[in-house]
């Protein structure tokens, strides 16, 4: 359906049918490209369609001449300002691809902010890790797996944030306790830590 105001540009026409019914002509509706034909006149006389010039265009700032819809779409070329430009689609209005962001805090140095996951493009900036834990407990990160000649290197705080690096936890049977090789993220410092402890 043509809308009130929309462009239309005659391709053929316009004829007048020989059961003598009102003219049409075959054209092409700006806005979106289609093509059919449109009765010229309503049923009460009215004019549906109305003559006016092609409209043109002046380039107010250089912008990219695009080879098809989108935004992200090849250049043809830079459009200077001044240059004319012939109408012969739209206008329509380009949806714009979303963002999706969240807030955050860094563990490095509680900085807080938003971030972007994944752009518009589709390209992914961050992740969920399943190679990341956090302390709920203030525990000790040691030097060693032995509990009992290990070196304790210093205290991981609650709430810290610990990148495993030593593959898969390790278990002291005679102790009931499990332990895991990390990274903290905060300063880099490497140590084993105490997962489960023998009260669970």
């Known amino acids: 359906k043509i809308e009130k105001g929309e462009l239309f540009e005659v391709l053929e026409g316009p004829t007048e049918p ?44 250089p912008a990219a001449l695009r080879t098809a819809f989108d935004s992200v779409a090849a250049a043809v070329r830079e459009l200077q300002q001044d240059e004319v430009l012939e109408l012969l689609e739209g206008p329509r209005p380009l ?18 902010g938003w971030v972007t996951i994944k752009d518009g493009e589709g390209t992914t900036f961050a992740s969920p890790s399943t190679k990341l834990f956090v302390c709920r407990s203030t525990i000790a990160m040691t030097d060693a797996f032995d509990i009992q000649s290990c070196k304790v290197l210093r205290k991981v705080d609650v ?19 499990s332990r895991l090789q990390f990274r903290a993220v905060r300063d880099g410092k490497e140590g084993w830590v105490t997962l489960k402890g023998n009260q669970g």
Do not use: Y
């Open 159 to 177: 709430g810290e944030a610990l990148e495993v690096i030593g593959g898969q936890e390790q278990t002291d049977a005679a102790k009931s306790i």
């Open 18 to 61: 020989a059961d003598g019914q009102p003219k049409r002509a075959r054209g092409r509706a700006l806005r979106d490209g289609v093509v059919g034909w449109v009765t010229l006149k309503g049923a009460d006389g009215a004019a549906i369609l109305k003559p006016r010039e092609k409209p043109f265009l002046v380039v107010a700032q």
């Open 95 to 112: 949806e714009a691809k979303s963002d999706m962001c969240l807030r955050c805090t860094a563990s490095k140095d509680s900085a807080a």
